[in-house]
């Protein structure tokens, strides 16, 4: 069974989807991929889920400018490379970022090929499932330009604003782990 509740933000009304022990699906309701998938899906609104509670807790810190210091449980279901590339998103901390091409070689890199495609990174970040939590709004072009956000360019700029991230190429933070 799937359950279901909106979440209210500043940007717009969030779906979130749970299993009975994790979050499957975080979704501005009107973002580029989520009829698609929430249409495949028999919900069960449910305010009292335990994990849709934790998610809402969550969600309350983050809009409210601070770094949650938890993660409610994720269960995200994909191809390899999308889970790979997923991954490498849940590695890129609250205030900074990382560029498609970065994500591209850590997975060259990890498969022991020459070179990955930015463009194949960008398909797989642009269907993740768990928006916000799983950080694809931190990914930049390696220009330092916005491109592309399933949610929507403006809403990509006012997440990165919350963060601190400043909208300019000289004041992006490089990722940690490069």
Not at 43 to 64: I, S
Not at 88 to 98: A, D, F, R
Not at 108 to 123: E, L
């Amino acid at each position: 069974m799937i359950y279901t509740d909106t979440y209210t933000s500043s940007l717009g009304n969030i779906t979130l989807t749970a299993t009975e022990t994790a979050l499957t699906g975080l979704w501005f309701e009107d973002e580029k991929y989520y009829g698609k998938v929430f249409a495949k899906m028999t919900p069960c609104p449910c305010k009292d889920h335990p994990v849709l509670a934790r998610t809402r807790e969550w969600l309350d810190a983050y809009f409210c400018g601070r770094n949650p210091d938890f993660t409610p449980p994720l269960l995200l279901e994909g191809t390899p490379f999308r889970l790979a590339v997923w991954e490498i998103l849940k590695t890129i901390s609250y205030g900074q970022t990382m560029t498609y091409g970065e994500i591209a070689r850590i997975i060259a890199a990890q498969r022991k090929i020459p070179r990955m495609s930015a463009q194949a990174v960008g398909g797989a970040v642009g269907h993740n499932p768990i928006s916000i939590i799983v950080p694809c709004h931190r990914v930049i072009g390696t220009d330092g330009s916005l491109t592309g956000y399933a949610g929507g360019l403006d809403r990509k700029t006012a997440l990165l604003q919350l963060e601190g991230i400043s909208i300019n190429k000289s004041a992006i933070k490089p990722h940690p782990n490069r």
